[in-house]
């Protein structure tokens, strides 16, 4: 059984249909990648994984538990198998460094602060960070943060990790050492990992599968290599990052 | 007469199009007024049931509260010593100026002391609430809060209602205080009042009521502003110009819907 199955997912805006029937399905210590535009709808699609939104028409189960029929309490017990890292890494910048790593720690345990702190000094380290526990999320780097994020989505030993633009916003350096500790952390903890980017050099890094994403609708998947090699004049012209083809530039 | 029947089908199309635009903007306050008493259950329902976040409440009633304490002690003195001093100058003219201690406290207690502060404190806690949540929104905290299994609204919102429900009782009752000491202060240091009458008049036109009066009025608007401002900062779009945009609309709609609901209260309070 997949751990995270959707199956015929729409979901509209008003007027606007940005999911048109997805279906995508990732096993257990799974790595896809979703790609697509802007405005393809990866970011609505990663929101439905997590319950964030929920699909007009379509299915999303994960872990056995299907997300339009659980009541709030079992949705916050599922969420509790998740780590997500936002594209802004989204930290809190009312709490300090190790205060956001430890949050879930903190709201879902009764883990003393010393405890906690540790635990989150830990992570911090996982990710390759030293001496920023006391820090404030607004004296942090983009990498930083982004990398602090990480540790926050890992804090509760979650079984999923969801990654929304993991490197979008980083110089290519830093691009790559985020590439870099996600592949780590996956062989390290043994997660399930979603990411979407547009990144292609991220994707062929992190996946073990690539899903395309276009106008609403998954049109290709495959491994890295099959992706490379597609024959698909849609996902041939966004891997190449060619301006002339089917995808016209908004 | 070809030229007759084109201007009456433009002004048909153009009254079409006005009938249109109203349909729609009514359509739209009604919604907007329906997804604020949708928002109001919400943080109601949240408000009594646990996990209770007692760190974030005292600090937020430290926020809106202790921090608004300097703006609302000026306006209160302010308009105390002001309305001593217009008093004084109408009542003069027929010969009532020992008056002046009653109509202070009266103005204070039932009026203005709510009033000015709910004001005063829609400016200063009801823009911070919308910026901060605002802000939250549109670089996806919330939604890092949804995540990490934390109820936004029980983490966020309910904190800031109860602190700006009760602090503005608190505020409120300062508020009045202050304004009827510096009402005191005009009117018998300054332009020579008999003190003992002064006070006498104060207290003998001013029932317990009154002071009640008043503070219902303080805690119904204290949970407009927090309602207000964290609805608009919860559901604040588009960067940083939707910050500015839901900052505005919730020190707007907060100010009018005091004064408007002042009347109503006024009236049922009678």
């Avoid at chain 2, 004001?119 to 200063?124: C, D, F, K, P, T």
């Avoid at chain 2, 549109?138 to 800031?160: C, H």
């Avoid at chain 2, 009458?197 to 503070?215: A, M, R």
């Amino acid at each position: 059984m997949p751990m995270i199955d959707i199956i015929g997912v729409h979901k509209s805006f008003g007027n606007l249909h940005v999911l048109r029937g997805v279906t995508l399905s990732v096993d257990k210590g799974e790595s896809v990648t979703v790609i697509g535009g802007s405005g393809s709808g990866k970011s609505v699609l990663l929101k439905h994984i997590i319950g964030l939104l929920f699909p007009d028409k379509g299915r999303v189960i994960v872990d056995g538990q299907e997300l339009n029929s659980i009541n709030e309490y079992g949705l916050n017990e599922l969420r509790k198998k998740f780590g997500m890292l936002f594209q802004g890494a989204a930290l809190f910048d009312s709490l300090t460094v190790w205060e956001n790593v430890g949050f879930s720690l903190k709201q879902h345990t009764k883990l003393s602060d010393r405890e906690i702190k540790d635990i989150a000094t830990e992570k911090l380290s996982l990710v390759g960070l030293k001496d920023v526990e006391d820090k404030m999320p607004a004296d942090l780097s983009g990498g930083m943060k982004k990398r602090v994020g990480l540790a926050r989505a890992i804090a509760m030993n979650a079984a999923i990790i969801l990654y929304d633009e993991p490197t979008t916003g980083l110089d290519p350096i830093t691009a790559d050492a985020i590439n870099d500790l996600i592949v780590d952390l996956r062989k390290k903890l043994g997660v399930t990992s979603v990411a979407i980017t547009h990144d292609m050099h991220s994707a062929y890094k992190i996946s073990d599968r690539i899903a395309m994403l276009y106008k609403g609708e998954i049109i290709e998947t495959g491994t890295p290599a099959q992706i490379k090699n597609t024959t698909n004049p849609i996902v041939r012209q966004f891997i190449t990052g060619s301006a002339t083809g089917p995808i016209t530039a908004e | 007469m070809r030229c007759f029947v084109a201007l009456v089908l433009e002004f048909q199309e153009f009254i079409y199009n006005q009938l249109e635009t109203l349909g729609r903007k009514t359509s739209a306050i009604v919604t907007q007024i329906g997804a604020v008493l949708v928002f109001l259950g919400q943080t109601l329902r949240w408000t009594f049931s646990r996990p209770f976040y007692l760190k974030n409440l005292l600090k937020q009633m430290e926020q809106i509260g202790f921090n608004s304490v300097p703006v609302v002690l000026t306006t209160a003195l302010s308009t105390g010593m002001v309305l001593a001093l217009q008093s004084y100058t109408g009542f003069k003219r027929f010969g009532a100026e020992t008056l002046i201690g009653t109509v202070v406290s009266l103005s204070m207690t039932r009026e203005l002391g709510p009033v000015l502060t709910g004001l005063m404190v829609a400016g200063r806690a009801g823009a911070a609430m919308a910026a901060e949540l605002g802000t939250m929104r549109v670089t996806e905290q919330i939604d890092a809060l949804s995540t990490l299994a934390t109820n936004p609204m029980k983490y966020l919102v309910v904190p800031r209602f109860v602190a700006s429900t009760l602090m503005m009782f608190f505020l409120t009752t300062l508020g009045m205080i202050i304004g009827i000491v510096g009402g005191y202060f005009v009117g018998v240091k300054v332009l020579g009042t008999n003190p003992v009458t002064y006070i006498n008049n104060s207290i003998d036109y001013t029932e317990v009521t009154d002071i009640w009066y008043g503070l219902i009025k303080a805690l119904v608007f204290g949970a407009v502003i927090g309602l207000i401002g964290c609805y608009k900062g919860f559901h604040t779009e588009g960067g940083a110009e939707g910050v500015g945009k839901s900052t505005t609309g919730a020190v707007v709609i907060s100010c009018m819907l005091i004064l408007i609901l002042d009347y109503f209260l006024s009236a049922l309070l009678w």
